[in-house]
């Protein structure tokens, strides 16, 4: 589990919107930033993505995944897979301590360091240490509600705020 952070996702209706905090942790029990951004858009505007573990880590793996974007056409997929490849294969990439959720018009995937690439059956999609929290409020909202998935990831991040210590209410967010 990373702490310090959550993403959330959902996909529905053809849009599909990404939120995360802006907490930054340092240990357990010191918040050194209220206002990190770890939700951007890559490649010409056309990706987001959202990233929770170590700091440096993230920003490794963001900057591998662009070039994978930029390699392979945009082509969101693909570039999941072979940046998840090369990250389980290669010795220094293997200790990068983060994650990645990713979304297009098309796809949704969450991206691990041990070689997964996930499309969730559901549209919904989310990690870091708040993440079980913003999940379960994302898909109660989905299945119950006519909110779009902006709406949606928005409150799912300010229910998992108030429950965990690693999560803020400064939410960045995006959608394609």
């Not at 920003?59 to 591998?64: H, Q, Y």
Request: negative net charge; hydrophobic residues 45%; aromatic residues 6%.
């Amino acid at each position: 589990m990373y702490e310090g952070t959550t993403i959330v996702a959902v996909k529905k209706n053809g849009k599909c919107a990404v939120a995360g905090d802006g907490q930054v942790t340092f240990g357990q029990n010191t918040i050194m930033k209220h206002t990190a951004k770890k939700v951007r858009r890559l490649y010409h505007d056309k990706v987001v993505v959202g990233f929770a573990g170590s700091v440096a880590d993230s920003f490794t793996l963001c900057e591998k995944f662009e070039g994978k974007l930029e390699q392979y056409g945009g082509s969101l997929q693909r570039a999941a897979v072979e940046l998840a490849q090369e990250w389980r294969s290669d010795k220094v990439l293997r200790r990068l301590d983060a994650m990645l959720i990713a979304a297009d018009t098309e796809y949704l995937l969450i991206v691990s360091g041990s070689g997964e690439v996930i499309e969730p059956d559901d549209g919904v999609a989310a990690i870091g240490s708040g993440g079980a929290y913003a999940m379960a409020a994302a898909k109660a909202m989905k299945e119950n509600t006519e909110l779009s998935v902006r709406d949606i990831v928005e409150k799912a991040i300010l229910i998992a705020s108030k429950i965990c210590v690693f999560t803020n209410d400064k939410i960045t967010l995006e959608e394609v």
